[in-house]
C-alpha cells in the first residue's frame, strides 16, 4: 500500500520531494524509490540506527537518529560511576537498532552491560512480570530502557508493584519514553518516580511558545473531543522539514519540474517505470545547505541526517519531569544549556525518594555467601594458613592476606556474607597452581579468591585485581661469603706488612728524636743506658693511647709530639674503620651478583612452587632442567646448603614478602641482590568489572 502510494505520487502527482514516510520500516522501502526518481526523501521520525548504512544521498533524515542519545547515556553512566548496567528494550526493529551503539559505548567507560532483556511487544503481563523478577534476582541495579510508551508504561506499572522502584534502583530512559512524559496519565508518572530520562533539547523561544499556542487552538477548534493536544518534539521537526523543504525551493525560484522518463521499461518491483526528477539533485543539494533557527532549535543536516545540538536530562518527581542538566557534544554535561564549563546536575531525586546517589548494584538476595577460594600451601604460611581440626572437622584460615581482607570488609558501608573455601584436593593438598586458582573466579566456581596473589598483567585479562596491599618485585636470594679469618693473628690484617713495618720504625724513631731533644734537660731521659733505651721505646708506643708519663720541656719537642699525636690518631682511627668493615661488610659479600652469570655456567636456580615465578624464569632463558621448585624456607635452606652440584641451587628468585621472611629468619646466611624486578604486588582477586573491587581498593588505600 505505502509503495503503490509512493509510486503514485513519483508517476501521476509529479512531486518533487516528498515529506515521510512516518518510521524507520516504511522509510526501508521508500529510500529506494527516492533513490531511483532522484527526489529527496524527508523522514521526520525514521529514527533507527540502521538506515545510515543505506548510504542513499536522496534520504535525508530531518530527525535525530536513535544512536545520537547514546553519547549523553553514557556520561550519565561515567559521571556516577556506575560499572554494571541491564539493557532493557523492546524486541523490535526500533529497540534492536541502537543496542549495538549502547552495548559499546559503555566499554568505552569501563562499564558493562550484565544483562540483555528484550521485551516482545506483545508480550503478557505475566511474562513481564517473570522477566522483572529475574532482574530483580540480579546484583545490577541501573537499568536503561528503550522502548515507546505504551509498553514503557505498562513495564513501569508491573516494576512498581514488584518493588523495584525503592531505594537503591537506577532507571534511565531514552527518549522514546522520556519526549512523551508530558502525555502520560498521573498513574504512570506515580510509577516512575525517580527515573531519569535524556530526550532532545528544545530551546524555548517566543516562536515556539506563539506556535504552541495556535497549535493547540487549531487543534482544539478540529477535534473538540481530543484530550491531548501537545505537541511533541517529532512534530516540531515535521514543522522544521517542512519549512526547509520551502526554503531549498524559494532558493532554486520557479521553474519546470517536468519529469523525464527512464529508458528501463519496469522496475524491480514490478511496478511502472520510475521516472527521473530533473530538478531532484538542485533541490537535494539545495536542501543540503539550508540553515535557520527552526522550532526544535538550529536546523542543520550533517552526513544526511539532523546535526545533535544536545540532550536535556529530566527527573521525573512529583506530578511530572524536571530538568537536571544538559549534554551537549561540545561540553558534555552541564548544568545550563547556554554553560561552557562543566559542573554537576542538580540534585536528583532517585526511586524510593533517596537524595543518595545509589550505588548501582547490591549482592544477590537470595542469602548466598560468597565463595572466597584460598590458596592451600605448604611453606610461608605467614600470608595464608589452612589448617584443619580433625576432631571438629572444622577449618580455619589464618594469616597476614587473610587479616587485611577481613578488616576490609568490616569497614565497608554494607555487610558482605562470605565463607572461605580452600582450594585443595580431597586429601588436603594443594589442587593447583596459582594461576589455575584464579580461572576459579573466571569459571565462577568462586566469587573471589583472598591469599598472596601477584597481580598480574595476563591475570587481568580475566579477572579484575584489587589495588596492591604489599610492595612489589622479584629479587634474587644467594649465599654470602664468610671472610671472617679463624686464626688468631686476623687483627695484623687490615694494615699491609709494609704498613706495619714502617709505622713501628716511626715508633722508635720519634722515641729517638723525643730522647736527642730531651736527654739533656729532663730528668725523665737520663739515668743508666738500660733505662733510657727503655725510655725511647716505652715513651713511643705509649701515645698509641697516649698514656705516656714522661714530660716534655723542650718546645720542640712538643712541636714534634704534636705533629706526632696528629699521625697517631689518623693511624689508630683508619685501624679501627679497615678492622671493624673486615669483621662486618667483607662477610656479607654475595657469592654471585650477576644473572647472566647463572645462565651462562648453567647453575640451576630454585622457585617458589605454583609462582608465577617458573614462567618468569623461563622468559629470562633459564634452562627449564635447571630449575628446582621448592615449597617451604626451610626446604629452600636446604637445597642452598647441598650447592648446585649435589642437587641442590645457586641461588633462587622469590617476591619481597617472601623473601623477606626467609631472610628474617637466616639472616647470616643468605642475602638479596640487585636488580629487583618490577612487579605489582598482592591483590584481592574478583571477577571482571565486579563492582566490590573500587569499594575494596578503596579500603585498602585507607587502611
Known amino acids: 500500500m505505502l509503495l503503490n502510494s509512493a509510486v503514485d505520487l513519483l508517476q501521476n502527482e509529479e512531486v518533487e520531494a516528498i515529506i515521510g514516510p512516518g518510521s524507520s520500516m516504511q522509510a526501508n522501502f521508500m529510500i529506494g524509490l527516492g533513490s531511483k526518481a532522484r527526489v529527496p526523501i524527508i523522514s521526520f521520525s525514521a529514527t533507527s540506527p540502521s538506515l545510515s548504512s543505506l548510504q542513499s544521498q536522496y534520504f535525508i533524515r530531518a530527525t535525530l537518529n536513535d544512536s545520537a542519545q547514546v553519547p549523553a547515556i553514557r556520561a550519565i553512566v561515567q559521571t556516577f560511576g556506575w560499572r554494571e548496567v541491564v539493557l532493557i528494550y523492546v524486541d523490535n526493529e526500533y529497540g534492536n537498532g541502537v543496542i549495538p551503539s549502547l552495548t559499546s559505548a559503555f566499554l568505552e567507560v569501563d562499564a558493562h552491560v550484565t544483562y540483555w532483556s528484550p521485551i516482545h511487544p506483545s508480550v503478557t503481563d505475566d511474562q513481564l512480570v517473570e522477566e522483572l523478577h529475574k532482574l530483580m534476582r540480579m546484583p545490577t541495579r541501573v537499568f536503561i530502557v528503550h522502548m515507546l510508551t505504551p509498553l514503557g508504561y505498562r513495564l513501569f506499572t508491573k516494576a512498581n508493584e514488584a518493588g523495584m522502584m525503592e531505594e537503591g534502583y537506577v532507571w534511565i530512559l531514552t527518549d522514546g519514553i522520556t519526549d512523551f512524559l508530558s502525555t502520560l496519565n498521573a498513574s504512570a508518572i506515580d510509577s516512575m518516580q525517580g527515573v531519569l530520562g535524556v530526550k532532545p533539547h528544545v530551546p524555548r523561544t517566543k516562536e515556539l511558545e506563539s506556535f504552541k499556542i495556535r497549535w493547540k487552538k487549531k487543534i482544539q477548534e478540529e477535534y473538540p473531543t481530543n484530550e491531548i493536544s501537545e505537541l511533541n518534539i517529532f512534530g516540531l521537526w515535521a514543522y522544521d522539514a517542512a519549512c526547509a523543504l520551502a526554503m531549498a525551493v524559494e532558493k532554486l525560484g520557479a521553474g519546470n519540474f517536468s519529469l523525464q522518463k527512464t529508458n528501463i521499461s519496469r522496475d524491480s518491483t514490478g511496478f511502472e517505470s520510475i521516472r527521473v526528477s530533473p530538478v531532484g539533485p538542485n533541490i537535494l543539494h539545495s536542501l543540503l545547505s539550508t540553515r535557520f533557527r527552526g522550532l526544535s532549535g538550529d536546523f542543520q543536516i550533517g552526513d544526511g541526517q539532523l546535526r545533535t545540538s544536545g540532550f536535556h536530562i529530566v527527573n521525573v518527581i512529583g506530578e511530572g519531569e524536571r530538568g537536571v542538566g544538559f549534554w551537549t557534544p561540545e561540553n558534555g554535561i552541564v548544568r545550563r544549556s547556554n554553560s561552557t564549563s562543566k559542573a554537576n546536575l542538580r540534585a536528583i531525586t532517585w526511586p524510593g525518594e533517596s537524595p543518595s546517589v545509589p550505588k548501582g548494584w547490591v549482592l544477590p538476595t537470595n542469602g548466598k555467601k560468597l565463595k572466597i577460594g584460598v590458596p592451600v600451601k605448604e611453606g610461608f604460611s605467614e600470608f595464608v594458613k589452612v589448617t584443619r581440626d580433625p576432631i571438629t572437622n572444622t577449618t580455619k584460615i589464618?594469616?597476614?592476606?587473610?587479616?587485611?581482607?577481613?578488616?576490609?570488609?568490616?569497614t565497608l558501608p554494607y555487610a558482605v556474607p562470605y565463607e572461605y573455601v580452600p582450594f585443595e584436593t580431597p586429601d588436603g593438598k594443594a589442587?593447583?597452581?596459582?594461576?589455575?586458582?584464579?580461572?576459579?573466579?573466571?569459571?565462577?566456581?568462586?566469587?573471589a579468591v583472598v591469599g598472596d596473589i601477584t597481580i598480574l598483567a595476563n591475570r587481568s585479562f580475566y579477572v579484575d585485581f584489587t589495588l596492591p596491599y604489599t610492595e612489589s618485585g622479584v629479587s634474587m636470594i644467594v649465599p654470602i661469603i664468610n671472610n671472617r679469618s679463624k686464626n688468631a693473628w686476623v687483627f695484623l690484617k687490615p694494615l699491609t706488612w709494609d704498613l706495619w713495618v714502617t709505622s713501628a720504625c716511626f715508633f722508635v724513631f720519634i722515641g729517638f728524636v723525643i730522647w736527642t731533644l730531651e736527654h739533656r734537660i729532663n730528668e725523665d731521659f737520663r739515668g743508666p743506658r738500660s733505662h733510657q733505651v727503655g725510655t725511647i721505646f716505652w715513651f713511643s708506643f705509649s701515645t698509641l693511647v697516649f698514656a705516656q708519663r714522661e714530660r716534655i720541656v723542650s718546645n720542640l719537642a712538643r712541636f714534634v709530639m704534636i705533629i706526632w699525636f696528629f699521625v697517631v690518631l689518623i693511624l689508630t682511627q683508619s685501624y679501627t674503620a679497615s678492622f671493624t668493615s673486615m669483621l662486618t661488610v667483607q662477610q656479607l659479600k654475595p657469592t654471585i651478583t650477576?644473572?647472566?652469570?647463572?645462565?651462562?655456567?648453567?647453575?640451576?636456580?630454585?622457585?617458589?612452587?605454583?609462582?608465577?615465578?617458573?614462567?618468569?624464569?623461563?622468559?629470562?632463558?633459564?634452562?627449564?632442567?635447571?630449575?628446582?621448585?621448592?615449597?617451604?624456607?626451610?626446604?629452600?635452606?636446604?637445597?642452598?646448603?647441598?650447592?648446585?652440584r649435589k642437587g641442590g641451587i645457586a641461588a633462587a628468585f622469590e617476591e619481597i614478602p617472601y623473601m623477606k621472611l626467609f631472610l628474617a629468619k637466616y639472616c647470616s646466611k643468605y642475602t638479596a641482590v640487585q636488580p629487583t624486578y618490577k612487579f605489582d604486588g598482592f591483590g584481592f582477586v574478583f571477577p571482571k568489572h565486579s563492582p566490590l573491587v573500587s569499594d575494596v581498593s578503596m579500603r585498602i588505600l585507607i587502611e
Open 431 to 447: 589442587a593447583g597452581s596459582y594461576d589455575e586458582l584464579i580461572s576459579q573466579v573466571y569459571f565462577q566456581k568462586y566469587d
Open 398 to 410: 589464618t594469616g597476614y592476606s587473610i587479616a587485611i581482607f577481613e578488616n576490609v570488609m568490616e
Open 594 to 644: 650477576d644473572i647472566n652469570e647463572l645462565i651462562r655456567t648453567g647453575q640451576r636456580v630454585g622457585y617458589q612452587n605454583g609462582s608465577f615465578i617458573f614462567t618468569f624464569l623461563k622468559q629470562m632463558k633459564f634452562d627449564e632442567s635447571n630449575l628446582v621448585k621448592y615449597d617451604s624456607p626451610e626446604q629452600l635452606d636446604g637445597l642452598f646448603s647441598n650447592g648446585s
